[in-house]
């Protein structure tokens, strides 16, 4: 009798013309690394990330160039303000696209936000004045709402091995493009005193100095854009009166086996899964979005202050760089962190779990912003290794700490609701990023005036309050705050 009833509970059913249901039926034959889908989604995440920091190496220069700011002590408010458009715009809209995800599927909301991007990435480049920055800037984030959906989408497309690896995935793109885009931004802008012998002073790129990087990520864009198209939807799409009695019978019996088996089994019956409002009493998924939101605060004030810091003159504490050389900078980080996430992060989040991990890196990121203003005293090669250094081991330990806290945040929820609690992540996160730019940049203006205070002179004060942001989120990684749903 217990042979009868063993077959029936291992046989799975799928919804003919289910988009959902094909997929999972391809992760049952999939066999060794899914190296196709990581591609798809390192190269989405790719083309989003991009614009959101490229502009920070010129935003100083950008700024001065719309004469808006009347002293250059100023300069660092303005840039705070064009920072934070993006992630404002964001905020307003996270939670909209990620129900429009659960509603009609990851790839159309994917597809919209890499064509914002083509848009309104370009526009931003070819800003003639302070308001139309801020405006287009605003309008890039308000329509490119896919890393919602695409941390939804990376946690339903692998097998069940891979989601460390899937996740992981998203957050190497994420911090790789946000060093990689300011980069370019550091290499493209003003490419007519860069390259004179290439770039007129009469020519589009000469007369719009910034226009030339924004145009080369909104090409990728469009390229991410078309190959987009092909990407395999993963919500499942299933007419409930298309299947018989018998079907559903045989679905109920091979779902009972499963932790979701009473979502599942309420899907096909045709009735609204019972946990459908409650995300926000879903503590472990608002305690890791809490985590994540402060911890963005602390990553996007870094991304500005360092690029500020690095540019400004040596009399204010800085380094002096031009946009090149924090080009180079940022270029080796990336490089650094590619290496780390596709090779260390899945053992480290295996032997460790993704709460720890979180942690150690958290904790290890304390002392190492502290050196930053002592490493700005030295000089030569010696200031170029240890900041190159510096600046990986910081890009590494931040991209670790998100990616722990995307593993939490899918696990906390089920699939009809994944859209909609990235949508809330998103929206909270972009809140406190729209803060981190917007405070950074004052934070640099305030500290650039104070250098002979008896007590953290200058950049020292900037990183000593850095730390005291971080210091805050590693406590809250500790229970009863942070709390792992466990299926």
Not at 80 to 108: C, E, N, Q
Not at 209 to 218: A, E, Q
Not at 232 to 247: A, C, F, I, Y
Not at 328 to 351: C, K
Request: with cysteine.
């Amino acid at each position: 009798m217990a042979d009868e009833r063993k077959e029936p509970l291992l046989k799975k059913d799928y919804y003919e013309n289910c988009p959902g249901c094909k997929v999972e039926q391809g992760k049952e034959t999939q066999s060794g690394l899914p190296i196709k889908e990581l591609v798809s989604i390192w190269v989405v995440v790719l083309c989003t990330a991009l614009p959101i920091s490229s502009l920070f190496p010129f935003i100083y220069f950008m700024i001065r160039d719309f004469h808006i700011a009347e002293r250059e002590e100023d300069i660092g408010y303005y840039a705070g303000y064009v920072g934070s458009s993006f992630m404002f715009g964001r905020a307003l809209t996270s939670v909209f696209w990620g129900i429009m995800a659960d509603r009609y599927g990851r790839k159309p909301v994917i597809i919209i936000g890499t064509c914002a991007v083509v848009v309104f990435n370009t526009l931003f480049g070819l800003s003639i004045n302070f308001w139309m920055a801020i405006t287009t800037r605003f309008l890039l984030g308000s329509l490119n709402g896919l890393l919602g959906p695409i941390k939804a989408y990376s946690s339903e497309v692998f097998r069940k091995e891979y989601h460390a690896l899937g996740q992981s995935t998203v957050s190497t793109a994420w911090g790789i493009g946000l060093i990689i885009g300011p980069a370019l931004g550091g290499f493209l802008a003003q490419p007519a005193e860069k390259f004179p012998s290439i770039f007129s002073k009469e020519s589009l790129f000469g007369r719009f100095p910034y226009f030339l990087p924004c145009l080369c990520i909104s090409v990728f864009a469009l390229v991410v854009t078309i190959a987009s198209l092909w990407l395999p939807e993963t919500l499942h799409m299933h007419n409930v009166h298309t299947k018989s009695h018998d079907d559903s019978y045989e679905a109920l019996e091979a779902a009972s086996c499963g932790p979701d088996a009473k979502e599942i089994a309420e899907d096909i019956e045709g009735r609204e899964p019972t946990s459908k409002g409650s995300l926000i009493k879903n503590w472990p998924l608002m305690s890791s979005i809490i985590v994540y939101c402060v911890f963005s605060l602390h990553d996007m004030a870094y991304t500005e202050i360092f690029s500020l810091w690095a540019v400004s003159p040596k009399k204010f504490g800085g380094l002096s760089y031009s946009t090149g050389d924090v080009g180079t900078v940022l270029a080796i980080s990336g490089f650094g962190l590619l290496v780390f996430q596709l090779s260390l992060y899945p053992l480290a989040e295996r032997i460790l779990g993704p709460i720890m991990v979180s942690r150690i890196a958290a904790a290890v990121s304390i002392p190492l912003l502290t050196s930053f203003p002592y490493i700005a005293m030295l000089s030569g090669f010696s200031l170029s290794l240890l900041l190159n250094c510096a600046s990986v081991m910081k890009n590494v330990l931040s991209v670790s700490i998100i990616t722990g806290l995307f593993i939490l945040q899918n696990k906390a929820v089920d699939q009809h609701q994944r859209g909609a609690a990235n949508g809330i992540a998103m929206t909270l996160m972009s809140l406190f990023k729209a803060a981190g730019p917007a405070g950074g940049g004052a934070l640099f203006s305030w500290a650039e005036k104070r250098q002979d205070a008896a007590f953290l002179p200058g950049s020292q004060m900037i990183f000593f309050i850095l730390n005291v942001i971080e210091a805050i989120a590693v406590l809250m990684t500790f229970k009863p705050f942070l709390v792992e749903r466990h299926e």
